[in-house]
Nanobody
Framework: QVQLVESGGGLVQAGGSLRLSCAAS????????MGWFRQAPGKEREFVAV????????RYADSVKGRFTISRDNDKNTVYLQMNSLRPEDTGVYYC???????????????WGQGTQVTVSS
C-alpha cells in the first residue's frame, strides 16, 4: 500500500515562511519524482514544484520561483517544500504526489497525500 503523508501547513502572515514535509512509504520509493501541487477553493489543482529522487532535478511554477525550494532526503523517503515570502495568493491545500516522470501535470501522478492547509493572511 502506498502512503504519502503531508505535514507542516498552518496560518502565517504575508511575508512569512513555512516548511512542508511529505513522507512516503510503501511502493513510492520506486517512483522517479515527487511533486507539490496546491488547490484553492473553487479552483483546479495547480502545479507548484517537482523533484526527481535520482539527481535532484527540479522544476518550479513561475509563480513560486525564487520563493519556494523543493528538496528531498532519499534516506528518509521524504520531500520538503520550503516556502518563503508567502503571499495571500499562496493560500490553499497543498498536496504531494508520486510520479514516474518529472511532470507538472496532475494526470501524471499515480498517488496523492491527503493534503495540508496553508493560509496566508494579508
Amino acid at each position: 500500500q502506498v502512503q504519502l503523508v503531508e505535514s507542516g501547513g498552518g496560518l502565517v502572515q504575508a511575508g512569512g515562511s513555512l516548511r512542508l514535509s511529505c513522507a512516503a512509504s510503501g511502493r513510492t520509493f520506486r517512483s522517479n519524482a515527487m511533486g507539490w501541487f496546491r488547490q484553492a477553493p473553487g479552483k483546479e489543482r495547480e502545479f507548484v514544484a517537482v523533484i526527481s529522487w535520482i539527481g535532484g532535478r527540479t522544476r518550479y511554477a513561475d509563480s513560486v520561483k525564487g520563493r519556494f525550494t523543493i528538496s528531498r532526503d532519499n534516506d528518509k523517503n521524504t520531500v520538503y517544500l520550503q516556502m518563503n515570502s508567502l503571499r495571500p495568493e499562496d493560500t490553499g491545500v497543498y498536496y504531494c504526489g508520486a510520479s514516474d516522470v518529472l511532470s507538472s501535470s496532475p494526470s501524471s501522478y499515480d498517488y496523492w497525500g491527503q493534503g495540508t492547509q496553508v493560509t496566508v493572511s494579508s
